[in-house]
């Protein structure tokens, strides 16, 4: 009965698919989509057929009758057939020679604790431990291969610290940004972008018309490297724990940013030499460098706008940043009604003079210009301001103390106040400074890393900067700026793609695990297929 053998199969799907081989996987999706137009009404034949045709690129009679022969397997046993390929019986290991494995035991007990990892006992296997013993493989040993003699000998990855993400990544507030405005603002911004796509990266023009430029997108983000900072999870034996240091070290802070483009926002010179840097690192302590604030970010943009000129004079620039306080500074007499008093003068900082907005609730007073000072140059306080507007505040008290109901927008005068469209919809100093250059900005939502690829290029340099020993401060400064240049401009546009991908997900419509599935299907690609979004419906149905 295909509709029980259907259950069956959903639920090895729901519980196993993580631990079990890919080939497994593609069985039970194939008995899964097999089972389901059975169901329908389709003949065995007719079914296997139409698998074979989605699954395979040829006429698919062979891939059909292998189909059946699954599907017939399936039906008598209640389980996938026995994989034979790959049986260990008749494979042959060097480690079954007990020279090799005496010698690559003693290796490895000499090493430190920490610094065993398979890419160096691959390394020592290839160049010292066996050719001393005379034995020439015909072909180097693998880090895969070196990694399962580790696991055989008895040493195990080991995390060495503890980590807690709590994701606010489905909050409705998250989701509605997402959806209204920035899927749609990305999506207009890419049909304007050089993409680099396939294995090979091929670059691909954009189709532009008349008067169009082509934009450029710039991922921006911050991260910082500590000194002391090694790798999370070591190869151990039962028993061992390396002793570390306490602190962190000293820091060093960077602000970067990369573009599908360059790679790392730079200029070269004739020879490939850096002469222009958008990169801003800093040591920032207690008797070092000031710490990172909005002035130096601007600054940093300032230059990278500056760069972006002199690179592509002729195409416009979409700059991406995360929503970090930085980020959202606003200049020093920015409107702010929580920062008023509720009478004139008083301690409280003088603000712009502003246009009351087309959208005050009394009409004769919209589009009047309103100064925010009296006429002996004082601060006007909460009540002038809202009276000047035509608000009736004699019963409404200044500030809700500790702070307003959420669900309440005027519940005193100051959130009535910045409820306010100029107000609630000033620009901020990071967008004035880029679009009064002709440039765009946008923000990312709030806790979606997966769509900065800024994230990942983290990510690959702190793996290489943690595996590198480092005695001193000034070591440590050169390895990360070393680190930080040696990344592939090929594995940043595969960062990139990575990103756009998730963005086309989630324009799909997949959300969470969904998307990630739906992206890890999708490793070669810049946005999610339909084939994609039919392997999902197959499994969810």
Not at 142 to 164: D, E, M, P, Y
Not at 184 to 202: C, D, S, V
Request: some cysteine; overall charge neutral; proline content about 5%.
């Amino acid at each position: 009965d295909w509709s029980l053998l259907q259950v069956q199969i959903k639920e090895d799907l729901r519980h196993k698919s993580k631990t079990l081989p890919l080939i497994r996987v593609n069985q039970l999706l194939i008995l899964s989509n097999f089972a389901t137009l059975r169901l329908k009404g389709f003949s065995i034949i007719d079914a296997s057929m139409q698998i074979a045709h989605q699954w395979h690129e040829g006429n698919g009679n062979w891939f059909a009758h292998r189909v059946r022969a699954l599907a017939h397997h399936y039906q008598v046993f209640e389980q996938l057939p026995v994989e034979k390929c790959g049986s260990s019986s008749n494979n042959h290991s060097w480690l079954h020679n007990e020279s090799v494995q005496n010698h690559t035991r003693e290796w490895l007990t000499t090493q430190s604790i920490g610094k065993v990892t398979p890419r160096n006992l691959q390394r020592s296997l290839n160049s010292i431990i066996l050719p001393d013993l005379g034995i020439i493989p015909a072909k180097p040993l693998s880090i895969h291969t070196a990694q399962r003699w580790l696991i055989k000998l008895g040493w195990r990855r080991t995390v060495v610290w503890k980590g807690i993400y709590m994701d606010g990544h489905e909050c409705s507030d998250i989701v509605k940004y997402w959806n209204d405005i920035f899927l749609p603002a990305m999506e207009h911004f890419e049909k304007h972008m050089t993409k680099y796509e396939g294995p090979e990266l091929e670059c691909v023009k954009p189709p532009l018309s008349a008067g169009e430029k082509e934009i450029v997108a710039y991922f921006h983000d911050e991260s910082s490297f500590h000194a002391n900072e090694e790798t999370h999870s070591l190869w151990l034996q039962d028993g061992e724990q390396p002793l570390r240091k306490k602190g962190r070290g000293h820091l060093i802070h960077i602000s970067d940013f990369i573009c599908e483009a360059t790679g790392r926002l730079v200029v070269h010179d004739s020879s490939g030499e850096i002469v222009k840097d958008a990169q801003q690192v800093i040591y920032p302590s207690t008797n070092g460098d000031a710490w990172w604030d909005s002035a130096q970010l601007l600054a940093q943009v300032k230059a990278a706008i500056a760069i972006h000129n002199e690179l592509h004079p002729d195409k416009q620039a979409v700059w991406v940043f995360n929503q970090s306080s930085n980020h959202a500074a606003l200049p020093p007499d920015a409107l702010c009604a929580f920062d008023m008093n509720k009478s004139d003068g008083g301690k409280q900082r003088k603000q712009r003079d502003t246009v009351i907005p087309m959208t005050n609730p009394i009409a004769e007073f919209r589009g009047q210009p309103q100064k925010m000072t009296t006429f002996t140059g004082e601060p006007k306080g909460l009540k002038t301001v809202l009276e000047e507007r035509g608000f009736d505040v004699r019963n409404l008290r200044a500030k809700c103390s500790p702070v307003c109901p959420f669900e309440n927008n005027g519940c005193c005068m100051a959130r009535l106040l910045s409820q306010q469209d100029d107000f609630a919809n000033q620009q901020l100093m990071l967008e004035q400074i880029i679009k009064d250059a002709g440039h765009e900005c946008i923000f990312l939502p709030k806790f979606h890393c997966e769509l900065n690829p800024i994230e990942m290029y983290w990510g690959w340099c702190k793996h290489r900067y943690r595996e590198i020993s480092k005695p001193n401060f000034s070591v440590t400064k050169r390895v990360a700026l070393e680190v930080l240049n040696s990344c592939p401009i090929e594995v940043i546009r595969q960062f990139i793609n990575r990103s756009w991908c998730f963005m086309s997900a989630y324009c799909l419509g997949l959300t969470g695990k969904a998307a990630a599935w739906a992206v890890r299907k999708q490793k070669q690609h810049r946005s999610v297929s339909q084939q994609a979004m039919l392997e999902i419906e197959s499994v969810l149905n």
